[in-house]
Each structure stands twice: as C-alpha cells, then as structure tokens.
C-alpha cells in the first residue's frame, strides 16, 4: 500500500516562501519519478511540478516556472518543493503524486499517476 503524507502547507504573506514536504512509504521510492499537483478554489486540479526517479530531471508548469524548485532525497523518500515569491493566485491545496508504472512519458500528465497524498493547503495574502 503506498503512501504519501504531505506537510509544510500554512499562510504567507505575498512575496514570501514556503518549503512542502511529501514523504513515500510502500514502495522503493528511488525508483519512481514523483509530481506535485494543486487545485485552486473553483478551479480544476493543475500541473505544478514533477521530478524524474533520479532528480536528475525536472518539469513545471508555465505559472511557477522560475519560482518553485522541486528536488528528492532518495535516502528520505521525500520529495521537496520549494516556493518562492508567492502570489495569492498560487492560493491552493497542494498535492504530491507517484505515478503507476516506473517509466513516466508525460509527467504533466495526471492520468500517469495513480497515489495521491491527503493534500496541504497553501494560502498566500495580499
């Protein structure tokens, strides 16, 4: 059974960082690409960022390209993502993704992936 528990989700102020953590249990994390993915109010859930099994790769989405920043450590299984100069339109719940089968072809893709953490909600103030 895997599991994914994110944490790190809270209210900041516009301009301000926030770290999210995802932490992977019953599976051999290192062999799996992981994606972060996030649902805004009234909005359906969008693409955020992903990271191949080795973290030698990495894909955003055109709003947070040159903001956030997602890297693993393997060792932990936990997959990190790192936001940067926060606006109230990244208002959303956050969640971390492992997909179905190793070989990842479009990491955008929500149907690649079938675990889903509980989300963490991400608020950002003007």
């Known amino acids: 059974q895997v599991q994914l528990v994110e944490s790190g989700g809270g209210l900041v102020q516009a301009g301000g960082s926030l770290r999210l953590s995802c932490t992977a249990s019953?599976?051999?994390?290192?062999?799996?690409?992981m994606g972060w993915f996030r649902r805004a109010p009234g909005k359906e859930r969008e693409f955020v960022a992903a990271?191949?099994?080795?973290?030698?790769?990495?894909y955003y989405g055109d709003s947070v390209k040159g903001r956030f920043n997602i890297s693993r450590d393997n060792a932990e299984n936990t997959v990190y993502l790192q936001m940067n100069s926060l606006n109230p339109e990244d208002t959303a719940v956050y969640y971390c993704?492992?997909?179905?089968?190793?070989?990842?072809?479009?990491?955008?893709?929500?149907?690649?992936?079938?675990?889903w953490g509980q989300g963490t909600q991400v608020t950002v103030s003007s």
């Open positions: 993704a492992g997909p179905r089968w190793m070989g990842v072809i479009t990491y955008s893709d929500q149907g690649e992936y079938e675990f």
């Open positions: 990271i191949n099994w080795r973290g030698s790769s990495t």
């Open positions: 019953g599976r051999t994390f290192s062999n799996y690409a």
